[in-house]
């Protein structure tokens, strides 16, 4: 048994600082890289795709919607080949700091709203995903379990890895619970150390009606930017490599 740990990063930009990269990633392994759009730049994407190529581990580009200023999390009125174009961009400009670097892209998860569209929404999922084919059909295409993202992603013939979230909680319809919501994240460590267990191996999530769900999980997305996001990271891969489960890059 083996699942993979990302975590969203490279989010600084300009003057701004978002996040822990440093200390975060030598305790994961995968990283999802902001290309510019949500958040990051090219000083921050460079710098990123620097520290995880020393700790070898996955790099991933991290497109968003054009929309710093809601940090990517505020849906837009996008045509379809709006929303192809916007991917293939991104996905452009990652991919050519890591030819600087003689370094692959291993895998793409969408952010923010619209990881959420795609999740929803075959179309803009269809998009999403022969955008990523048509840059390089050997990416690893990262999207939420059990929803459009992954479907229309292996229609498409991509490589797929299934995420689950360890501080985030469910619908009964696998659709993550919106962040408006009061009970959306969370907080407690040891609340988040069992849904990661009961996911990984079981294959089961507890939604936030009480019933409990099928899930498949690759990977475990783990936020960088909490407060306590080191401490927290750490523990999950210490809970999950006592449990025998082999933490592993995607593709690994």
């Known amino acids: 048994m083996k699942v993979d740990l990302n975590c969203d990063l490279g989010e600084s930009f300009g003057n701004y600082t978002i996040g822990n990269d440093n200390n975060i990633i030598p305790v994961i392994t995968s990283a999802n890289i902001a290309c510019g759009f949500h958040a990051g730049d090219e000083n921050v994407m460079y710098q990123t795709i620097k520290l995880a190529k020393e700790n070898n581990i996955g790099i991933g580009a991290h497109p968003g919607l054009p929309d710093l200023q809601g940090f990517g999390r505020r849906n837009m009125d996008l045509s379809l080949s709006e929303i192809y174009n916007l991917v293939v961009y991104q996905l452009g400009a990652l991919s050519a700091f890591c030819q600087t670097q003689n370094v692959k ?117 783990v936020h960088g930017d909490g407060q306590n996001a080191l401490v927290f990271v750490t523990q999950i891969r210490e809970k999950l490599s006592n449990e025998g489960i082999l933490i592993t890059k995607l593709g690994g």
């Open 105 to 221: 892209l291993n895998h793409v998860k969408p952010h923010g709203a619209l990881y959420q569209m795609g999740a929803r929404d075959s179309e803009i999922a269809q998009a999403i995903a022969q955008a990523v084919y048509d840059v390089d059909n050997t990416l690893i295409f990262v999207g939420l379990s059990n929803t459009l993202l992954i479907s229309e992603a292996q229609k498409i013939g991509l490589q797929t890895a299934s995420e689950v979230f360890a501080d985030r909680r469910y619908e009964e319809s696998g659709q993550l619970v919106s962040r408006k919501e009061s009970d959306a994240l969370i907080t407690d460590t040891n609340e988040a150390i069992e849904q990661v267990l009961n996911m990984v191996k079981n294959q089961k999530v507890i939604a936030k009606t009480g019933k409990e769900i099928d899930i498949q999980a690759d990977t475990i997305c």
